[in-house]
């Protein structure tokens, strides 16, 4: 599966993005979707993912009530809607896929990975 991840950008404190994720599958509806990031000099985390069988959706602590994720398997694409972004939101954002009837958290469940795209919130 190729990953295309967009929506990038540098923002202000309080603003919003919208992050897009398309892929190449044709099987697309039968994929966990879920987005990751990275700051500099730590390791990648989780942000949240959504399943494929019920859309049901899981997010990082760090993130829920901040952030939404969605997607549309006519359009192949996952969304992730951040807002109230703050500087520590600052990081590389990737989407990545998994498989399974349970949406998994652990990086190591995810087997594609999109290329990434920056995300920089100025205070």
């Known amino acids: 599966v190729q990953l295309q991840a967009s929506g990038g950008g540098l923002v202000q404190a309080g603003d919003s993005l919208r992050l897009s994720c398309s892929a190449s599958a044709r099987t697309f509806g039968t994929y966990n979707m879920g987005w990751f990031r990275q700051a500099p000099g730590k390791e990648r985390e989780f942000v949240a993912a959504v399943g494929w069988r019920d859309y049901t959706a899981t997010y990082a602590d760090s993130v829920k009530g901040q952030f939404t994720i969605f997607r549309d398997d006519a359009k192949k694409t996952v969304y992730l809607q951040m807002n109230s972004l703050e500087p520590e939101d600052t990081a590389v954002y990737y989407c990545?896929?998994?498989?399974?009837?349970?949406?998994?958290?652990?990086?190591?469940?995810?087997?594609?990975w999109g290329q990434g795209t920056q995300v920089t919130v100025s205070s």
């Open positions: 990545a896929t998994s498989r399974g009837g349970l949406v998994s958290t652990a990086r190591a469940d995810f087997t594609s």
